[in-house]
């Protein structure tokens, strides 16, 4: 059997951001591989340390599109954490709304690129039209179709009118039939199935070893969702289970991903009809004192933590966070092994790939 | 470790033990090291067993029931021990942050950061080491995902990680000065963004070589 080594770059992989691999073919059998990040490294764990805590809400919600709102809650949650500032519950609420919008929207494109990757593209379109609703209500009520600008230290710089609340139900209500259609057809359409079924499986003790996060872990059977392990915000008084499956395969990942969009919808409209009265933020916000703090969250792709450390002025001595694609990465090992060429471009978009989260 | 091991309260006890607290009502913020349950406790009697009996861990809860542990290891030798004790605990690594904040800086000092998840609570174990010379041993023989962020550590700080298996740069072009968190570096250089004389130099260098 030939032995052969191949570099992957984003065109061949489908991927719309940079990123590089070099892998070792045996035969046309994916036997090993190294991963090459850095393409888009703009340094910035460097640039946060010079600007202060108010700036960085707005430069951290540059550092990702799809999961730009995750970023910028949970930064203000460990500036909170470090100040012992208490955000008001209408604020916590709305925080969730902004998260699930930004999760059903994040959960659909990373299904709809993989329907390209496989070449169904009736199925992209369809996937990416669902998701259009999600851009629209993003559009009408915070102004943008991807960074929301919704939070600020100790609350949230948004509010939901009654005339908001009745458009976003109305979203919620147009997503169910989409989605719970669209469940079915990755769940069962022999098409998919034929690609995506005991395809790039990540048995459990593997995902375990790579401490993987986020769907990529759930699909494997791990029972992990910070929103449930480590509640933050309005999550404590949302109902909801976390979605599993044991399969490990690249179908699995979607299905996690698919019941988790169903199961966003139906935390939107818990959040809406819980929507307490009251302010959006704190009224004064004390001088921020010399601390540490770790404040983490459910990113759409898994466990996103932050640790600040503050030393009472208003710039960082260190902010360091850790995105879930940062683990992902190394699972990919696993699940490429003995795989076809062909099959690379989609189990490496099925772990739903962050590069500008990654190289920071 | 044998040992230490065999006397380390068993994990699925320390979680059944910890009851599920009720959340603190608004304003209401409970002062370090006086929250303690069998879970902390656990926790807390393991690392000792494994660092030494001087390592102590504070433990802080937020509103929701969220439990972070801090502790500052005894020594650089203490992390290793403690890194196994957190993985019998099926602890999880989850982050690990370099700094130098000026205090430990003037005192000749640096900082490291290992932050572990045990079952959504989060254990900070931290590192003093000296500022010149810095070396940690690697914890990827206990946790395969440290690999990157020891790679990471080692690009951006001037520490040396002993027995990595893989110590090459991450991120971060070859071209680059060692260490840039330590020293002054251009933003445009450190990100490799830099549009003068420099980049086109390094262009008509890169056809050079192709031709």
Redesign the interface.
Known sequence: MTTKIIELGPHQLALEEPMYFRVRLEGDRVADLDVM??QV???M???VMRRNLYQNITLLERLCSLCSNSHPSTFCTAVE?VA?I?IPPRAEYLRAVADEIKRIASHLFCCAVQANAIGEIPLFRRVMEIREIMQRAKEAIYGNRMDLAANVIGGVRYDLTPEAVAYLYQAMEDMKKPLDELYLQFANNPALMARMAWVGVLPREAAV???VVGPVARACGIDYD?RK????GAY?RLDFEVATQTAGDVRARNLVRLAEARQSVSLIEQCLAQLPAGPLCADTLPEIPAG???A?SEAPRG?L?Y?L?T?GSDFP??L???VPS??N??ALKVMLKGEPVANIPLIVNSIDPCIACT?? | MTDCAETMPERNNLLRDNLPTTPLSPRERVPEGRVRDAFEDGVAAALALAAGEETTVTWRRDRKGVVTGWCRLPSGEALLPAARAVAELNGRLAMVTPYLPERAREKGEREIAYHFDLDGATLTLTVILPLQWARVPSLTPIFRNCDWHERELMELYDVQVVGHPDPRRLFLDHTLPNAPFERLVPYSTFTNAATGKALWDKVLAGEREDA
């Open positions: 990040p850095g490294h703009r340094g764990e460097h640039l954490e012992g208490v070893e790579c401490a910070v392990k480590s509640p933050y404590d540490e703090a770790i983490k466990e933590m640790y450390r030393d001595v260190r360091k966070w850790r940062y683990m990465w190394d190289d920071r």
